[in-house]
């Protein structure tokens, strides 16, 4: 045989850095694109459980960054800059607000993190979010109510998102979508039995109010 003759396939280059071993804070950032597609409606729940999984599973750069070159650029969140974030940070531990045949509430001047989980057994929990510190864009609650109450009120110029079932109950989160597309996103997931779980804007209560007080709590 004349190898000389044999047409010859064409190298493609590998991109540069694709073998580079992924670090946690390159998992994270990816995690971080993927939960901000899944509240901006970009991807369902299955896609992003499928997603998620396989950027925590990933070894390589060159193995996350398919799995966000079909949505938004995490830097494409520039935008108007009214909205004074912290820097950003490694998802840390999500915060535990626990009512068993008792009441917790959480409200005033606090930083919300990334994700709270709340659960309510024969209890009543509050999240009130209309004074809170939001450090980052996007934060998500996952309520679950037995025989209990959830509820969560937020700014009313903010986005909140939800999504979630009621067994001989009720699960109530009612969507708001800001005209600022970077003002703070807030998703409700869980489900309630012979339980409530509600989510709405408390009326009055805007998140420009904290808007000076933020940029001075993060110089």
């Known amino acids: 045989m004349d190898l000389e003759k044999q047409p010859q396939k064409p190298v493609v280059p590998a991109e540069p850095g694709a073998g580079i071993r992924a670090s946690d804070a390159d998992r994270d950032r990816i ?15 299955e896609e992003h459980a499928e997603r998620i999984d396989a950027a925590y599973r990933a070894k390589t ?3 996350l960054e398919p799995l966000v070159q079909d949505l938004p ?9 009214v909205y004074a974030y912290g820097p950003d940070s490694p998802a840390g531990p999500a915060e535990n607000l626990i009512a068993v045949f008792s009441s917790s509430v959480r409200k005033g001047r606090w930083r919300v993190g990334r ?27 996952n309520a679950t109510s037995i025989f209990g109450s959830v509820e969560v009120r937020v700014p009313e110029n903010i986005s909140l998102r939800g999504s979630g079932t009621g067994f001989f109950g009720n699960f109530e989160v009612l969507t708001l979508e800001s005209a600022d597309p970077e003002a703070p996103v807030v998703v409700v997931n869980g489900y309630a039995v012979f339980g409530n779980v509600e989510a709405k804007p408390k009326r009055g209560r805007r998140v420009s109010d904290l808007h000076d007080r933020l940029r001075k709590h993060f110089r």
Do not use: P, Y
Request: proline share 0%; glycine share 12%; no cysteine.
């Open 115 to 141: 994700r709270t989980n709340a659960f309510s057994l024969f209890g009543s929990i509050e999240i009130d979010l209309t004074e809170a510190l939001f450090e980052q864009r996007l934060t998500v609650i």
């Open 73 to 81: 650029a995490a830097q494409q969140r520039g935008g108007s800059g």
């Open 61 to 63: 750069v060159g193995e």
């Open 31 to 45: 995690a971080d694109i993927l939960r901000d597609a899944l509240a901006e409606g970009r991807l369902d729940a």
